[in-house]
């Protein structure tokens, strides 16, 4: 009779068991359902991945997909490895190859008819052919001074190679078809050779090409879908010389501009917080296997080049006739034709510190020649913008002297022979650390110039994707 009394209750325990099984069941299998839809494409669907730069998406993809238990991932004391390997950013995984698939930043490049880029360094396409065949031949850029500002040129070959999985190296940016699916559109035009080769006008011509050029270059860009959806803010254009894109960028100043500084733009056309600035590339020797200790370097302050130049520049003629006559200190004037620029790898590779004062504009490439002679660089250009100091503490490796200061009878000498061996050395340590984050190189290496560049291009994504989510609050409700 007992049994007879509880068994009403014991089944309806056991149906409301079986249906919380059930129920449990079925959540299971639809949770896993969606995890394992979003492991099989790589990327959540859900998220619209034109207003999110790629890297963001990529992470958050990662995570869904990573074990739930990893090792070191919280930090619990100060004497643990650093989160960062350098001050370049996060440390990647060590990878040999290019793989598309971990690439920080999608890049949509414009196929430019070849008069924009390679056909300026004189290479003839084939009928329908808008690149070269890059795996063949590279065509070479013009050599010499030229050389510096020839930074659209390696950015342009990374993108042309970074969907080539036999590519050695990582690959930040890739390239896509899509231009919905970039974070960026690159523009490749190759403004500075455009100004070196192309500027002067040739009679009976009343317009240089370089003018041509840009003209064309505006109305190319004012009639795309892309330039009229973002209004340009998303457009990467390098314009690395001081005196390229002259005449187009008042019309194109909403785009990114790669630059070596801001010495000849008002702040409304560029400024630091939209763009970047890029190295320039050394033309002297870069000082492989260097074993100079302190006292093998028998210069103690090294300056070569152009002495009396005009705007910011008048402070190198002031500093020459306070320090010509000083004891172990080389300022002489140079200049890089006939044997010039074995003269100064030779000069800047026999010399603990290495002057770069203002000239024409702030920046000169004698500061990223000094950085391959591992040649501490003495900064006098107190406008000088440098590249990726938001991530890169160039205290460590350089000396900055405000120009007042440096003007000031025997300050300067008094400065540099107060740094003792223990300091030069540890300055010049850093110097060789961070060498490789000047190099330009094809192919591309893991934190060269390039992949800086890149990785300070990806910085600027959110703050574009800011400004166009802001801009668009109202636009739903405008009555034309």
């Known amino acids: 009779m007992a049994m007879a009394e509880r068994s009403p209750h014991s089944s309806g325990h056991v149906v409301r068991r079986s249906l919380f099984y059930i129920f449990t069941t079925i959540t299971f299998l639809f949770i896993t359902s969606w995890f394992f839809i979003l492991r099989s494409t790589g990327r959540p669907h859900f998220i619209d991945h034109k207003f999110i730069p790629s890297s963001i998406i990529y992470s958050m993809s990662e995570t869904m997909n990573s074990e739930p238990q990893r ?35 999608k890049v949509f490049m414009y196929d430019l008819p070849p008069e924009f880029h390679f056909g300026l360094l004189g290479w003839t396409p084939g009928e329908g052919e808008v690149w070269p065949d890059v795996s063949a031949r590279v065509p070479d850029y013009p050599g010499g001074l030229n050389l510096q500002h020839s930074i659209e040129y390696w950015l342009t070959l990374d993108l042309l190679t970074s969907r080539n ?15 919905h699916e970039a974070d960026v559109v690159f523009v490749p035009f190759f403004s500075s050779v455009s100004y070196n080769r ?28 892309e330039w009229k959806w973002s209004g340009g803010s998303d457009h990467v254009i390098v314009a690395h010389h001081p005196n390229s894109m002259l005449d187009a960028r008042t019309k194109l100043w909403p785009s990114m501009f790669i630059l070596a500084d801001f010495g000849r733009y008002p702040p409304n056309i560029a400024n ?42 008048f402070i190198r003629q002031e500093l020459y006739y306070l320090l010509k006559d000083e004891k172990d200190i080389h300022f002489s004037f140079g200049s890089a034709s006939g ?39 003495v900064i006098v250009s107190d406008e000088i913008e440098l ?28 400065l540099i022979r107060s740094i003792g061996r223990d300091e030069w050395t540890r300055m010049r340590e850093r110097l060789i650390e961070v060498e490789r984050y ?24 959110p703050a574009i994707r800011l400004k166009l989510h802001r801009t668009r609050r109202f636009s739903r409700y405008e009555v034309g």
């Open 71 to 105: 090792e070191n991932t919280i930090r619990n004391s100060d004497s643990e490895a650093p989160m960062f390997h350098d001050e370049s950013g996060p440390k990647e995984p060590d990878i040999s190859n290019c793989d598309p698939k971990r690439a920080t930043l």
């Open 165 to 179: 999985f036999d590519r050695a190296g990582p690959c930040t940016a890739v390239r896509v078809d899509n231009s």
């Open 198 to 225: 192309y500027s002067k006008i040739k009679p009976p011509e009343k317009t240089s090409k370089n003018k041509l050029l840009q003209d064309k270059l505006v109305k190319f860009l004012m009639d795309q879908e």
């Open 272 to 313: 630091v917080e939209k763009d970047v600035i890029a190295p320039y590339k050394h033309v002297i020797k870069t000082y492989f296997n260097d074993t100079s200790a302190f006292d093998d370097r028998p210069i103690l302050l090294y300056f070569q080049g152009a002495i009396y130049r005009k705007d910011g520049g």
């Open 339 to 377: 044997n010039g620029i074995n003269k100064a790898s030779q000069g800047m590779h026999s010399s603990k510190f290495c002057l770069n004062i203002a000239g024409d504009t702030p920046s000169s490439n004698r500061l990223f020649d000094a950085v391959a002679s591992h040649c501490v660089p």
């Open 387 to 414: 590249p990726y100091e938001d991530v890169l503490d160039y205290s460590k490796f350089c000396i900055f002297v405000r120009s007042s200061d440096a003007l000031k009878k025997g300050f300067l000498v008094k």
């Open 438 to 461: 000047f190099e330009f190189q094809y192919p591309s290496r893991k934190d060269d110039a390039v992949q800086m560049i890149w990785k300070a291009v990806a910085r600027k994504v």
